[in-house]
């Protein structure tokens, strides 16, 4: 199974051709490899797990951690290919959960110290990309961090191409994640090691 064929075939969830790079994975996980004490983790939209591998490989016995993802075939591919193999170690292992479903449809056990987040959201209409960030903030604690990534220059790029109401629907997304910036103490780093290369975005003090 390649990412390319469930790209092609599920565009809309997919949202990009190519899984992210090793290093635009180490970036959106640095906030979380780098601290100490049990953590819990939510990985929504892993896809065939460029983070997920890097998480898996961070994690301690006592942490936590619950992956969601809407594809059946790379539900399939990540418990057979990295889940099962890393809780069958014969050392001490983390729960690792991954639950088969959309986000929005979902039900999790806890809220989580660190989200890190997927998803296509350029290609979501803004109510959907709103409501779903509503959720990722309810998720994580007022402590809490939430990473996700975006492809630089894209709505720029889409909206040369895309008739007024796209441009309307880009204008919308794109004010929503500068309040989401402004109101959470975003930052954003730019990773040009990845095709092509995105803004990592990370909100901190959700709730507060
Ligand atoms: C852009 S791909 C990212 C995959 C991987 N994280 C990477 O960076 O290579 C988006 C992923 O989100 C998943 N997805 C899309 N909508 C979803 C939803 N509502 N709930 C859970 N997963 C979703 C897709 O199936 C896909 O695996």
Not at 13 to 24: D, E, I, K, Y
Not at 60 to 78: G, M, Q, S, T, W
Not at 89 to 107: F, N, R, Y
Not at 116 to 128: D, H, Q, S
Request: charged share 25%; proline share 6%.
């Amino acid at each position: 199974m390649s990412f390319i064929t469930q790209a092609l075939k599920n565009s809309y969830h997919t949202g990009s051709v190519w899984p992210s790079s090793r290093a635009l994975a180490r970036t959106i996980t640095r906030s979380f490899r780098e601290q100490d004490g049990p953590r819990k983790i939510l990985e929504v939209g892993p896809g065939s797990g460029p983070f997920t591998k890097i998480i898996l490989d961070s994690l301690r016995p006592d942490d936590e951690y619950h992956l969601v993802e809407i594809n059946e075939a790379f539900c399939k591919n990540l418990q057979s290919r990295l889940i099962d193999p890393y809780l069958s170690q014969s050392k001490d292992t983390a729960k690792v959960e991954l639950h088969q479903g959309a986000i929005e449809d979902v039900t999790l056990p806890s809220t989580f110290d660190f989200t890190v987040c997927g998803l296509p959201f350029n290609n979501f209409p803004p109510t959907v990309t709103r409501s779903i960030f509503r959720q990722l903030l309810e998720l994580t604690r007022n402590t809490g961090n939430l990473a996700y990534f975006e492809y630089a220059a894209v709505r720029t790029m889409r909206g040369a191409v895309v008739g007024a109401e796209g441009r309307a629907k880009i204008k919308r997304i794109d004010a929503h994640g500068k309040s989401m910036l402004k109101r959470f103490k975003g930052e954003r780093e730019l990773v040009l090691g990845n095709l092509p290369p995105a803004y990592v975005i990370r909100l901190h003090g959700m709730g507060s």
